[in-house]
């Protein structure tokens, strides 16, 4: 007689969730994604995988540039496998930062060119969200299922999670849940690192036109392309969970987005929308394992860098699971606050 292993069950569909889903089906893992359902901020984004704009912008040190190249050159090989559709473009700043940009690009090792208050590099890639998201659950076929986790429980092999309707018992849990709300019955230590997470709204327009061919950058905001169309972005407001538009950062953004294309952009013109992205004090995923947790494990986090990290948390958080020594473990130990 036979026994099947319980699965591996990764709580939240975003786009660390699934990424560590995937990561771990294509090792050959069994797995079930709990999907709550909801707003998911992971489809509300520009998808930008910008290791060099990031990193300039955000004044990164050499150490977090280096993680976030490494995750720009996993997509390739994870796209392709995912069925993900991966774009290459140019990333452009127009303003008058440009040559403060090129001198920290620089000092990190990323390629720019610079004309003027132009500055554009070929180091970044951008995919749509939810064309990526779609690729993803299509990929893990039925271990993708709807309901929310009411409760977690420790047994004496595992873990057992209760939802409205079913039980399921796990090998081990992976908690995917952006900066949502504790899950009853998680154990001390994960409940204070949640506590940790940093909400920050982000609200983001949608332009039914397609002004630009690739991301433009500038002070206020930037454009990308999606679809037949475009994003205008981003808002980042600490500490906020609401999801309400707001008509003043509308405003700022799209007088903020005409300056950057050089021309106005009409408000009627923009769909808005919002999505809550969770930050960790250090602004890098806490990925891996829960200590003092057996069998427990977080994909958390990411700030505003969920897609460009999504391919190397999941990495971790797999390597994790696997008793793996991983290289970018340390960075994103959940154990390092």
């Not at 940790?196 to 002004?211: M, T």
């Amino acid at each position: 007689m036979t026994t099947t292993s319980p699965p591996i069950a990764i709580i939240g569909a975003g786009v660390l969730g699934l990424c560590a889903a995937f990561e771990l089906s294509r090792r050959g893992h069994a797995v079930r994604v709990i999907d709550p359902g909801g707003a998911n901020a992971s489809s509300v984004a520009a998808g930008m995988i910008a290791p060099a704009m990031e990193a300039a912008i955000d004044q990164a040190t050499p150490e977090q540039a280096a993680l976030f190249r490494a995750g720009r050159d996993l997509w390739p090989a994870f796209a392709h496998a995912a069925g993900i559709s991966l774009n290459a473009r140019p990333a452009e700043w127009r303003g008058p930062q440009a040559g403060e940009l090129a001198e920290r690009m620089a000092a990190l090792g990323f390629a720019a060119r610079r004309d003027g208050d132009t500055l554009v590099t070929d180091e970044d890639l951008q995919v749509e969200p939810e064309q990526a998201l779609a690729a993803l659950r299509a990929a893990l076929g039925a271990a993708v299922v709807n309901g929310e986790v009411l409760r977690l429980e420790t047994t004496p092999s595992a873990w057992r999670l209760r939802l409205d309707g079913m039980t399921l018992e796990a090998a081990a849990v992976v908690l995917a849940t952006g900066a949502g709300p504790a899950i009853p019955g998680a154990p001390p230590e994960a409940l204070r690192l949640g506590e940790l997470i940093q909400p920050i709204k982000g609200q983001i327009g949608r332009l039914r036109s397609r002004p630009i061919a690739h991301v433009v950058r500038g002070p206020g905001a930037y454009v990308a392309p999606m679809g037949r169309g475009a994003v205008v972005g981003a808002t980042m407001e600490p500490g906020r969970r609401d999801l309400d538009a707001d008509p003043a950062s509308a405003q700022r953004l799209v007088e903020a987005a005409g300056r950057v294309l050089g021309r106005p952009l009409d408000p009627a013109e923009v769909a808005w929308g919002a999505g809550v992205r969770g930050a960790s004090p250090d602004g890098l995923p806490l990925a891996g394992a829960v200590p003092d947790a057996d069998g427990l494990f977080l994909a958390l986090a990411p700030r505003r860098n969920g897609w460009l990290l999504g391919p190397l948390v999941a990495g971790v958080v797999a390597d994790a699971i696997e008793g793996q020594a991983s290289e970018h473990a340390a960075a994103l130990d959940p154990g390092r606050f």
